[in-house]
């Protein structure tokens, strides 16, 4: 949250900005002027998408960090065992003629 409140107040300024210039682009167009004001919804679903998505990325990974020893956590040389190595061998470099 040390980052996502900043993140979220510098969000809103640039949106509402962006939201001035934009909507009066579209209203130059469609000749119909409303509020350059964003609703009060946009703003419930910044804070919300913005406070929430955030929590729920970070969740998993403290929990799988936290549900471990620090020894296990911080131990970057046995990666866990669901690494998977592809090579691609062309027939010919192994000696095997496809015709």
């Given at each position: ?37 964003m609703t009060k919804e946009g703003w419930i ?54 015709v």
């Amino acid at each position: 949250m040390l980052y996502g409140v900043p993140a979220l107040v510098c969000g809103y300024f640039i949106c509402e900005t962006l939201f001035v210039y934009v909507s009066n682009l579209m209203f130059s167009y469609a000749a119909h002027v409303t509020s350059y004001v964003m609703t009060k919804e946009g703003w419930i679903y910044g804070l919300v998408f913005g406070t929430v998505i955030p929590l729920i990325c970070n969740y998993m990974p403290s929990r799988k960090a936290l549900g471990k020893t620090l020894r296990e956590s911080l131990d970057k040389f046995h990666q866990s065992i669901t690494e998977v190595k592809i090579t691609i061998v062309k027939l010919e470099q192994m000696g095997i003629s496809a015709v």
